[in-house]
């Protein structure tokens, strides 16, 4: 046992101690806040340097050459080499401390992507950390959803099952057939929505192998398998049939009717919209309760995720909102495209999913509100983060990296970091000149690309 140094914390006052040790950093265990470094350099750079947590060793950190360190924490899973740094020290500490101070593994692991992907593209000089950090957030976010798709084919049932399962004998039961035809025309319109969806992305199978091979695997199905009793169906897709069936906005949308007055006339578009708010109000509303499982909030929030991404409804509301009080001119207007389209082509020829609901709320006043010069800045600078969301979710964040973090810490980083139930809009209030642009959004750009 060596000899312990005492030290009182200069931000919360408490009393706790360490190991004596030529060079060394430490933590007060209490407030995590206060960091001290002793330092001790040789011709061939530092000596061997604890980390200190209270009494508990949590990393070291050593040189490998004069400019060059390695900071190992087993505790928090880092191993990163530092080269040409002025002061590891303090390199160390700022690393570290945002690991102790944070206990969600989510978080720690964006923080450690986010440092290992700057440290790897420093030729990028991306300087707004707020918009990162939401990019690096979108990404986890979306390999979350990729760990939680694979997980709902587990649950996969026959379609006879899931929709018939009260029926006992189908030859014989006078309403299985009637019931059985309506289910197949409601199919027949998602399938006409996803095959106009899956067409989109058809020539990118080799950027989006698992965007693509999940749409065409319900598309296919949904076109080919329906009269088998073979077909599978998992929970999600079966309650997206039904949300598509109980909500009449999607046909309307998938039917190019709602562009139309004389389809939809002003009342009944507001009457679609309330039907559609109502419905999702309820989903908040049972989200929101204390005793909700973490696999029913993973659910709701993963089927609003799936909505909008598929509808944008919520996106379509905020553009019009914002149009209308800002005064927004036409041609100026035709911007909104870009955030409003399900993909884009950037000028490197790169097609990028639009998804990030986040960031593309963000954007809306972004590019509406500026002039021509400085809108050409933040489209590509939009492009670019999107780009960046498919980089990280492809090639450097991984499924395991998720599956290995227990659940509810998953769903702790999406209440808290990605609360996109939170962003519903329960409170819309509609008038003439905003349905006006929301027809217009609806009737221009739906199913299309924007290549700029």
């Known amino acids: 046992m060596g000899i312990f140094i005492e030290r009182r914390c200069s931000c919360c006052g408490n009393l706790y101690r360490y190991e004596e040790y030529p060079s060394y950093i430490s933590f007060c265990p209490s407030c995590k ?42 505790k928090f899973d880092i191993h990163e080499r530092i080269e040409a740094s002025s002061n590891p020290y303090l390199e160390a500490m700022d690393m570290l401390l945002y690991m102790i101070k944070e206990p969600n593994k ?3 692991l964006k923080e450690k992507l986010k440092r290992q992907f700057l440290r790897e593209n420093q030729e990028m000089h ?9 990019v690096f957030i979108q990404a986890i976010v979306e390999v979350m959803k990729r760990v939680y798709d694979k997980e709902m084919e587990k649950t996969e049932r026959t379609l006879e099952k899931t929709f018939f399962g009260n029926v006992t004998d189908m030859n014989n039961n006078r309403t299985y057939e009637s019931d059985k035809q309506k289910l197949k025309r409601d ?57 598509f069936d109980k909500l009449g906005i999607c046909k309307k949308i998938l039917n190019k009717q709602i562009s139309s007055v004389k389809k939809v006339s002003n009342s009944k578009f507001k009457e679609l919209y309330k039907e559609y708010d109502d419905h999702f109000k309820s989903i908040i509303k049972r989200a929101s309760s204390s005793d909700i499982s973490d696999d029913d909030y993973l659910f709701m ?15 379509v509301y905020s553009i019009a909102d914002y149009a209308v009080k800002n005064d927004i001119s036409d041609d100026v ?46 489209l590509h600078k939009y492009i670019i983060y999107l780009e960046l969301v498919f980089i990280l979710k492809q090639y450097l964040i991984t499924d395991k990296m998720i599956e290995e973090i ?27 000149k905003m349905i006006r642009i929301a027809r217009k959004i609806f009737d221009r750009w739906s199913g299309k690309e924007a290549i700029w």
């Not at 980083?413 to 139930?421: A, I, P, S």
Request: hydrophobic share 35%; glycine share 4%.
């Open 126 to 134: 991306i300087s707004d950390n707020d918009s990162l950090n939401m």
């Open 333 to 378: 207007f035709d911007r909104a495209k870009y955030l409003y389209v399900s993909h884009l082509r950037s000028p490197k020829g790169i097609t990028c999913m639009n998804r990030s609901f986040f960031l593309r709320k963000q954007y809306i006043q972004f590019l509406l509100k500026c002039n021509d010069y400085q809108f050409i800045y933040r």
């Open 187 to 243: 199919l027949k319109s998602i399938e006409k929505f996803r095959y106009a969806e899956g067409q989109k992305i058809e020539e990118l199978s080799d950027v989006f192998p698992d965007e693509l091979k999940c749409l065409k695997k319900e598309t296919d199905e949904l076109k080919s398998n329906f009269e088998s009793n073979h077909y599978n169906i998992s929970r999600q897709n079966s309650y997206e049939i039904t949300i």
């Open 106 to 108: 989510v978080m720690r």
């Open 301 to 315: 929030l993963f089927d609003f995720f799936n909505f909008e991404d598929k509808f944008s409804l919520e996106l």
């Open 33 to 74: 806040r206060d960091g001290f470094f002793e330092s001790c350099y040789t011709e061939n750079g530092i000596m061997p340097c604890r980390i200190y947590l209270g009494e508990d060793i949590i990393g070291e950190v050593t040189s490998v050459t004069e400019t060059s360190y390695i900071i190992i924490s087993d």
């Open 406 to 432: 227990p659940l509810s810490e998953r769903v702790l980083f999406l209440k808290e970091k990605y609360n996109l139930l939170g962003e519903f809009n329960k409170d819309k209030e509609w008038n003439p």
